[in-house]
């Protein structure tokens, strides 16, 4: 990249959990921050630049009566709002005491009682399952169970007020189906139906029958199972795959919802999705469409496919679209009256069926509460800082308070400036976006990425070429990318897992006209942190060398001849000649560093930062030594640093972006490196 090589990425089973307890005690506690100016004589200037990313993000929402409640998500502390249709505004709040995220709300079959699941760090002894009394709303939600997986993604409440959980979170530990009895308060376990399965997002409740749904993720590793949909009959808690054959190749199952005597299922991977007769499980109808969050209005069954929502109609048979707008993540689906009400990561929209248009309510306008957000990728450039957040990217510009937030679906992972334009590695499935300043445009799609190719890792720019070169990762079905995009001509070259099948492309840095790609591989076998250099003209490897590490590549960036790279795990820092091809050295990074981290170059100096650290690499020695100690920044996809024109470092010091000015002891380690 023009700048820095950055952007180390939590797996997508991890949901970024590592770096959130350091973030949510510092925005807990309310520590000052602002300290501008030397910390010692050889110490940096540190200039705190206030929270990087402010703004209310969601990650569920359910209707009840005429109010849209919304979970949130990366917020501390975690919260319900809702949101009332007829006056569109946000009329009521409450404050969960754990968990970072929340994915599943249910209410019970009187909409008194709305029950929340939360994300959480680990299994602390905290609740992740609450509820809120909706008939005195301004008493707060409470804790009523913790069940024995990490995380909890999807909650029902069956007519007798029961309530059953699914969720998991440890790849290691298959997830098992809860049960939570408010009536005397225990919670259950009513067992792994498959030992297999590294996920469980999806549950429904009927009378009779809870059902269940499973799958894998990335990490579950090779020989983890495919997407299953358990029927556990309540009486006898016995439980059958019901899963129809037309969807049994899929990856997980991703939706459970009652209809109208049938039970819509979402499944991630063939294509479909199923509509099973509740009477007879053996019944079923293939919709040819990949749908979550089912709802029915008479004989129209909605559903969420992105970019939009869908009927499919089930006396015609036919699809049609009812929003085709691009409104982002939809991260819930109601009908109300006549009108279908779905919440994306900004608005309430409701939609007229008959007539495919739609009202949006904006949630910030409506009074929902924002605040400090973990962040993602991270650029500087052209005198502006961009900082990604769920669904928005903030543009810090000189000035104070010189804020603004452009809306961009998904997530920007990583990202780059180039001559004023920012190129975003874009989560998830959208490819490489660009945002000119210039001319107001919001940030779009300029490139594609292949099919899975869903998780752009590191963006940087190859100046010799004039190509903006990614590495990506294949969430579900391993492996990776690199993808380089032109943007004088638009035109994107692509190789599927240039490195191996196991090893995704998590590292990319350039020199020369030369990308080098480094591999990391999660399985228990195989290589892990190859380095291939890689010729991104005629698309095709020059050369590799596996420098042996015991966890895969976290980070690359090259000085001078060298290319160094930071390997996951604290497992090590590594420095491989360019010009020889050798490994010239090794070091430990534990002192520093606790699992990912992120390199760039400023001033001719290697830094790096980690969870906890901001650290340089001395260029004659290799030796690495404590530039910011307890930086403990608020990423939720892995520390990043980057550096702008003049050498300035941008990263993260808790929620607030910072910038590290080197000053007169980088020159003098300059000095000592100079004839390297």
Known sequence: MANATFNRRRLLQASGAGSLAAVFAALADGTAMADSGRLAADSPAITD????????????????????????????????VGFHLPTGTITARTDLGSGYSIQALAADATGRYLYAGVLRDGIDGKPNIYRWDLG??????????????????????????????????????????WEYDPGTGATTSWGVPDPGATIAQAI?????????????????GSGSSPARLFAFDRA???????????????????????????????????????????SDHTDYTVIPKTGVMFRQLGNQVFFVKEPGVWAYNTGTKKITQIL?????????????????????????????????????????GAGAPGGPQLCMGLAAGAGDVYVGGTGTIARHQAGPAAVSYLRATGEAKDAVVVGGILYTGQYNSRGIYAYDPAT???????????AGQNRPLDICWDATNGLVLAGAQNDTGGGGCF???????GQVTTKVNPIDTLQMVRAVATKDGVAYLGGDNIYGTGPRSTVVAWDPTTNQELWRLDPGQTSGVAALAIQGRYLYGMSRRAAGLFVIDLETRALVHTGDLRSVCTDF????????????VSDTTVFRIDPATFAVSVVVAGINGGWYSGPHITADEQGALYTLRGPNLVRIDGGAAVQGLRRQGSGR
């Open 49 to 80: 630049l206030g929270p990087a990313v402010v703004q209310f993000s969601l990650m569920s929402s359910l209707l009840v009566g005429d109010t849209v409640y919304i979970g949130s998500r990366n917020l501390n502390p975690a919260r319900i």
């Open 204 to 220: 429904a409740a009927t009378a009779s029958t809870v059902y269940f749904g499973t799958g894998s993720t990335l990490g579950g």
């Open 236 to 278: 006898t808690r016995m439980s059958a795959n019901i899963l129809p054959a037309d969807v049994a190749t899929g990856v997980s199952v991703t939706s459970l919802n009652v209809l109208d005597g049938q039970l819509g299922v979402g499944v991630k991977g063939p294509g479909k999705s199923v509509l099973i007769n509740l």
């Open 440 to 450: 107001g445009q919001l940030p779009h799609q300029v490139a594609a990425l292949p």
């Open 324 to 364: 085709t707008e691009d409104v982002g993540a939809i991260w819930g689906l109601d009908v109300f009256g006549s009108q279908a009400v779905a919440v994306s990561s900004y608005d309430v929209i409701s939609i007229n069926p008959a007539t495919a248009t739609a009202l949006k309510y904006d949630l910030a």
């Open 483 to 489: 993808a380089a995009y032109n943007p004088a001509t």
């Open 597 to 608: 981290g992120a390199l760039t170059v400023s001033r001719g100096m290697v830094y790096g």
């Open 136 to 177: 005195t709303p301004d008493l707060p939600a409470v804790g009523v169970a913790e069940t024995g997986d990490r995380d909890i993604r999807a909650l029902a409440v069956a007519p007798d007020g029961r309530v059953y959980a699914a969720g998991g979170g440890q790849t290691t530990n298959p997830p098992a189906l």
